[in-house]
């Protein structure tokens, strides 16, 4: 596994040169990308252009997330195919093979049967469009029971609801986004990982629950920087990982106000140097392969 940047997490997307150098300084071996604005950049320049910084850099691409009105009505998605198989094809140019969802845990629209079927169906076409460039979707749902407040129907807001609509869809290239904060406050656990297929977990993030706030309180404000009260082990979700032998993007992903200060730089920095205290913690060395800290012990004596 890798450590991951999101520069959305910084406060919008920046300058490409910035979050590279931003990444390269504190550690990171990936980034996330925003797939609409890169696939812009290719149009106008072509893809050597785009891409040559990534290059320079030598820098994985982790992520992308797919754009936002991926679960529009069946017209306005059958326009998108092309676009999304374009953005497809040029993931899997610059070697990145993971793309995130995130299912919305109510609306207005649908109740939930039906709802459910929509959304197998979605998922069942946008797999078909990402595997000819083999790119695995990763959904993530939302657990914090605010977003559920005040809409007429609820949907998806745990695993295990999320799983039974997976395995129902069937696709291959079909899996989860592990985000920690969701899956606590859902009620999962570092078990409820291991009980998954290895080739399930697409991603993770990480991120740390408040101590004493009810959970029915607890909004995606609430979301704290790992190991900020201990209410979920990231160590012991990291050592999981590594056992089970994932080898994909971890990103911190908090909210803006858990960080010491609001500049790129020092978010970054602070990302980065959590990242490293839990890879050490866990007993991983900087490539992010499994060696038991009984191990690292007997070596370093």
Request: glycine letters at 8%.
């Amino acid at each position: 596994m890798f450590k991951n940047l999101d520069p959305s997490a910084l406060g919008g997307e920046g300058h490409q040169s910035e979050i590279l150098e931003l990444a390269l300084t504190y550690g990171f071996r990936g980034v996330d990308l925003n797939i609409v604005e890169f696939a812009g950049r290719v149009r106008l320049h072509g893809m050597t252009y785009a891409r040559r910084l990534l290059v320079s850099a030598k820098i994985r691409i982790g992520t992308f997330a797919l754009p936002p009105d991926w679960d529009a009505d069946d017209e306005v998605f059958k326009r998108q195919a092309e676009t999304l198989a374009e953005y497809a094809r040029i993931a899997a140019e610059l070697g990145c093979t993971r793309a995130l969802c995130w299912i919305s845990p109510a609306g207005d629209k649908r109740p939930y049967h039906e709802n459910f079927e929509f959304h197998k169906r979605r998922f069942g076409e946008i797999c078909r469009i990402l595997e000819p460039a083999g790119i695995r979707l990763g959904v993530g749902f939302r657990a914090a029971e605010g977003l559920r407040k005040g809409r007429a129907f609820q949907f998806i807001h745990n695993l295990d609801a999320l799983l039974l609509l997976l395995n129902m869809v069937g696709a291959p290239n079909l899996g989860v986004l592990v985000d920690v904060w969701d899956w606590w406050l859902a009620g999962s656990s570092v078990e409820s990982i291991r009980s998954l297929p290895l080739q399930q977990i697409v991603a993770v993030r990480l991120a740390d629950l408040p101590a004493d706030i009810p959970s029915d309180q607890i909004t995606e404000a609430h979301r704290l920087l790992p190991g900020a009260t201990g209410k979920i082990d990231c160590v012991a979700v990291l050592t999981a990982l590594a056992e089970m032998g994932y080898d994909g993007p971890v990103t911190i992903k908090a909210d803006r106000s858990a960080y010491e200060s609001t500049r790129r730089d020092r978010m970054a920095r602070q990302a980065g140097e959590i990242l490293d205290k839990l890879w050490k913690a866990a007993g991983l060395p900087s490539e992010g392969k499994f060696v038991p800290l009984a191990t690292l012990g007997a070596n370093a004596s």
